[in-house]
Structure formats: structure tokens, C-alpha cells
DNA sequence: ACTAATCTGATCATACCCTGTATGATCAGCGCATTAGT
């Protein structure tokens, strides 16, 4: 089971997470909670989560981030047009400075690391599929497991950046020098 | 069409170690990120 060699057909293989569907009332908490702290920490969103909405945590982050996306939109476009939501519009800067507390770090033991960077050099695009097997294989949240690809594949990507190759950046110290 | 899921890149924050580096968490996205399910 442990070698699956399909070559070809990776098509399906990116599955994404299958689409929540917020009930209306799930959504009216949802917003309500946003009106009061659209930048809500992992504690709120948790407790949002577990009470009201009973899904997971990360589905409650994105939409947060979704809806944030939208909002700012909508503020631009039309400034006082939403009188009636002025409540909301006092996030000082101090108060957005005071943000509530991050998720606890994560902490990956070697061998947790092991796994993940096999499973990366395999495939820095795992559908969900892919991320919940690896999830369960290391025993942590998949969506952990989701953001390690994230920072991952940025930081390979910057790192790549950074040297493209030595030739090129031998002639421009070299240009450098003569100024 | 609407919006959840996903992506990159920048930045904040913390563990580990020696004040900097590595990396997990969070954020915006700008003629308003893109992709894709319902």
C-alpha cells in the first residue's frame, strides 16, 4: 500500500477540501462575530468554532480571511454608504496592535519533519487527500499540516530567488565594483 | 454568481541559542490575488 506508482493521472490527485456549507445561522454568528473583531485569535475563533458553529477551527480562519478580503472591498467602494455598522469602523490602531493571541506554536519532532519533507520533495502540492493521510500518519492537525506546505514552498521559492544562478550574480558584483 | 479553498510573498512571533537564525502563524491580495464547487 505503500507504493501507489500511478505515473500519469495526477489530475485528481490535488483534490481540494471538499466546500463547507455555512448554515444561515452559523453565518449570522459568523458576521456578528466579525462586527465585533474581524481579526478574532485562536482562542475566539476556537470558541466560535466549538459553540456555535462545529466545524473546524481552520474553516473558521478562512473565512475570516474571506471575509476580510470582501469587506475592505465593499468599504472602499462605498465609504458611508454603512451608517448603520459604525459601530464597527473604531479599530484604532492600538486595538489592532492589541490582537488577540496566535495559535500556539507548533513544534515538529525529527522524525514528524522526516515525513513531511519526503512527502514534499514527492509532491509540494498535496490535495487534501494527500495532507490528511499525512496528518494522521504524524498525528497532527491537518491543517498544520497545510501551512507547512505553505511556508515550505515559500521559502523555497525565495531561496531560489535569491540565487539564480552564480554566474550571473558574479558579473554583477564584478559590475558593482567598478562603480 | 457567489464564495470556500488555495496560492504567493511579506511580516509577525517564538524556540533555540547567544542577539541572530530558522521556521510556525497570520496577513493581504489594489484599477481590488486566483481557482473552482454549488
Redesign the pocket.
Known amino acids: 500500500m505503500a507504493q501507489d506508482n500511478s505515473p500519469n493521472k495526477t489530475i485528481t490527485m490535488?483534490q481540494?477540501?471538499?466546500?463547507?456549507?455555512?448554515t444561515e445561522d452559523q453565518l449570522k454568528i459568523l458576521i456578528k462575530a466579525f462586527h465585533q473583531n474581524p481579526?478574532p485569535?485562536?482562542a475566539t475563533k476556537q470558541r466560535i468554532n466549538s459553540v456555535e458553529i462545529n466545524t473546524d477551527e481552520s474553516?473558521i480562519?478562512?473565512?475570516?480571511?474571506?471575509?476580510?478580503?470582501?469587506h475592505?472591498?465593499q468599504k472602499?467602494?462605498e465609504p458611508d454608504e454603512d451608517l448603520e455598522s459604525s459601530q464597527d469602523q473604531d479599530h484604532s490602531e492600538e486595538e489592532i496592535q492589541s490582537?488577540e493571541?496566535?495559535?500556539?506554536?507548533?513544534?515538529?519532532t525529527s522524525s514528524q519533519?522526516h515525513t513531511l519533507i519526503k512527502a514534499f520533495m514527492n509532491n509540494p502540492?498535496p490535495?487534501?487527500d494527500t495532507r490528511e493521510q499525512l496528518a494522521k500518519e504524524i498525528g497532527i492537525p491537518e491543517s498544520?499540516v497545510?501551512?507547512?506546505?505553505?511556508?515550505?514552498?515559500?521559502?523555497f521559492?525565495?531561496q531560489r530567488k535569491r540565487e539564480p544562478d552564480d554566474q550571473d550574480s558574479e558579473q554583477r558584483q564584478d559590475q558593482e565594483q567598478d562603480l
Open positions: 490535488n481540494r477540501r471538499s466546500r463547507t456549507k455555512f481579526y485569535g485562536y474553516r480562519q478562512i473565512w475570516f480571511q474571506n471575509r476580510r478580503a470582501r475592505q472591498c472602499k467602494s490582537r493571541d496566535r495559535r500556539c506554536r507548533t513544534s515538529y519533519l502540492y490535495g487534501i498544520r497545510q501551512i507547512w506546505f505553505q511556508n515550505r514552498r515559500s521559502r521559492h525565495v
